[in-house]
């Protein structure tokens, strides 16, 4: 998922396709550093958990995707994997699993000690917008990995649709506070983030990993 392959095709149509893909990883990135912000700002402000645990996943996303975005363009120049690349992909990857501690134990400390965040309308906007940007910028990523027949960038631009998963928790959790009036809706969602937030990380880290490993056997071989 947080691999890229190398060009395979010279074609010009190929490296229309490869520019369209930097280009999607740089919105996309330009997109995950506003919610960050937004969502960093609004927290503090309403003292939301949620929001917290949405800023950092966006923050550490945004990150990733100019990781991303850095190494496909090296690989479109050149053919070759810039391995200096890997260990910022494994930050990026402890960079979520931290993220999802973080949104776990400020759930759970706001549904501990019964803390009332407050409840705003921008927080709900915020996640309304996520809810329809999200799934439009992971679609056309698809379809711009379906032209170059990639699995590899595939499976990128589903990581990047998989984010809309929790645009959505922020939304119902954002209805559930100010709709309902239940306080406990907005630690609620941040706990209900921390495992996709942790499993993100997680699987960077494994697939970097096990990339290294095979190109290490490779290069010996």
């Known amino acids: 998922m947080s691999r890229v392959p190398p060009v395979l095709d010279a074609q010009d149509e190929s490296g229309h396709w490869l520019r369209q893909f930097l280009l999607l990883f740089l919105v996309a990135g330009a997109v995950e550093w506003l919610q960050a912000a937004s969502g960093l700002l609004l927290w503090r402000v309403a003292g939301s958990s949620v929001l917290l ?14 990781v991303m975005a850095c190494r496909l363009r090296t ?9 200096r690349m890997g260990p910022w992909i494994q930050f990026a990857g402890i960079g979520y699993v931290l993220a999802g501690v973080t949104a776990f134990l400020a759930g759970g400390w706001t549904l501990w000690q019964g803390t009332h ?13 996520s809810v329809l940007l999200i799934p439009i910028v992971g679609s056309y990523m698809k379809a711009v990995a379906v032209e170059l027949r990639s699995p590899a960038l595939r499976a990128a631009s589903v990581f990047t649709f998989g984010n809309s998963y929790l645009s959505m928790v922020l939304l119902i959790s954002m209805l559930v506070r100010i709709g309902m009036g239940r306080w406990w809706g907005d630690p609620l969602g941040s706990i209900v983030m921390a495992p996709f937030i942790i499993q993100k990380g997680i699987q960077m880290l494994i697939e970097e990993r096990s ?11």
């Open 117 to 129: 965040p407050q409840a705003t309308l921008l927080g709900a906007a915020l996640a309304s917008i």
């Open 75 to 83: 690989w479109s120049r050149t053919g070759a994997d810039p391995g």
């Open 53 to 66: 645990a949405f800023g950092l996943d966006s923050l550490v996303g945004g990150a990733r995707e100019l």
């Open 211 to 221: 990339g290294d490993v095979a190109e290490r056997d490779e290069a010996e071989a």
